[in-house]
């Protein structure tokens, strides 16, 4: 009899419960993951060759009928390969024309972006502003420490404080009234020690607030801006501490009308590239990156983003993912903000499989549970 495994298996566990030494686990695990890579207008002297070149390693690479006939300059190409072809492909393409030396240079960051994967980390929301989205995870003054205890027990391993809404549409009131809003928070924090319960992120683009915050004790700068301000960045150098860059497009009150992009994972990675060389420029070691779902996004992009995830991950950083109670999951299923438990739990369970390492959301408890069947399924060897 013969049990076929599914595609998810842990291959790698799989190999150690048979014997296989070593040195040949090393090998097959290179053997076990298949990639696909979509390769937009390619000159088809360059298809030419690198269909050839990935026959010739059990690879191959699917272009259009007319390449065959030379009747067309260019043409839209899909590479598949296992890891170990890749390795061998890259080697071959360097030393070929056509541009295919620096396709071989942008494979070859792909090649060993799977060792940015961590335990992934759940994040809870907590919100001082009487305005955000999502009424339930509005706190004050008076509920802050126990609702940030109570998210603490539930699971969280970060909690990430906001004072000012950015939903779509949302106008900012001003640094002066953020940090109204904030400083009570930030004194409790200091005063009950709350930074070693869990990590805290605080949700400012602000150089004043973050600065406040790291003295309280916090620990990440969750900037939605991506780090447009060199003084904030300076601050966060400064403390040492860890920032989320995040992509949009203009300012929440706008964000929704710069949706249109020429190609929107072509657009992120020089986005990212961009904020990664000024972060590295200001000295800050621990960075993080959100696609940022929702923020000058259709449905379409929000949907794409976290079925593809783990194109981002040959930046080498960690990722996070927010699509929690969103108004795309109404836009699937019509719903309220409280309806969306199902739909957020279903997106940030794709994303856990596309590499999230971080999973911001409202719900931490039902999160938890998630993420410890998703876990187990996937330790799953029988």
């Known amino acids: ?29 290179k053997k076990n993951r298949i990639n696909y890579f979509f390769i937009p207008s390619l000159d088809i002297r360059a298809a030419n060759i690198l269909k050839q070149d990935a026959l010739s390693i059990g690879a191959d690479l699917a272009v259009s009928k007319q390449v065959a ?56 929301i907590l919100n001082i502003n009487e305005d955000s989205f999502f009424k339930n995870s509005r706190i004050d003054e008076e509920s802050f420490v126990d609702a940030f ?51 805290i992120s605080i949700d400012t683009y602000e150089p004043k607030v973050a600065r406040a915050a790291l003295e309280a004790g916090c620990h990440i700068i969750n900037d939605i801006t991506g780090l447009s301000s060199g003084e904030l960045a300076a601050v966060v150098a400064e403390y ?41 420029s200001f000295g800050i070691k621990e960075v993080i990156l959100d696609v940022g779902i929702g923020f000058a996004k259709l ?6 983003l976290i079925k593809h995830l783990s194109h981002f991950k040959a930046h080498g950083k960690p990722l996070l993912v927010g699509a929690s109670r969103k108004s795309m999951i109404n836009s699937v299923s019509p719903s309220s903000p409280e309806e969306r438990l199902a739909g957020t739990l279903a997106l940030h369970q794709k994303a856990l499989d596309e590499g999230a390492s971080i999973i911001r959301c409202h719900d931490v408890k039902e999160h938890l549970q998630m993420l410890r069947v998703w876990q187990a399924l996937k330790n799953t060897t029988i």
């Open 1 to 29: 009899m013969i049990q076929k495994l599914s595609n998810d298996t842990d291959f790698a566990e799989v190999l150690k419960k048979i014997g296989v030494d070593a040195a040949g686990q090393k090998i097959l695990n």
């Open 69 to 124: 006939a030379m009747s067309v300059k260019n043409s839209d190409a899909l590479l598949v390969c296992s890891d170990s072809q890749l390795e061998k492909l890259i080697k071959k393409e360097a030393l070929q024309p056509f541009g295919l030396k620096k396709i071989s240079e942008i494979l070859k960051q792909f090649l060993h972006s799977g060792c940015v994967s961590q335990k992934p980390k759940i994040m809870g």
């Open 149 to 199: 205890t109570s998210m603490c027990e539930d699971g969280a391993d970060i909690i990430d404080i906001g004072a000012v809404s950015s939903r779509p549409g949302s106008e900012y009131p001003g640094v002066d009234e953020e940090l109204r809003r904030i400083s009570p928070i930030l004194r409790l924090i200091k005063k009950h020690s709350l930074y070693k319960k869990a990590k």
């Open 240 to 280: 040492n501490a860890s920032i989320v860059i995040m992509h949009m497009r203009g300012t929440p009150k706008n964000m929704q009308t710069l949706t249109d992009y020429d190609n929107l994972f072509f657009e992120l990675d020089d986005y990212f590239r961009q904020k990664l060389e000024i972060a590295h």
């Open 299 to 304: 449905l379409e992009h929000n949907l794409a």
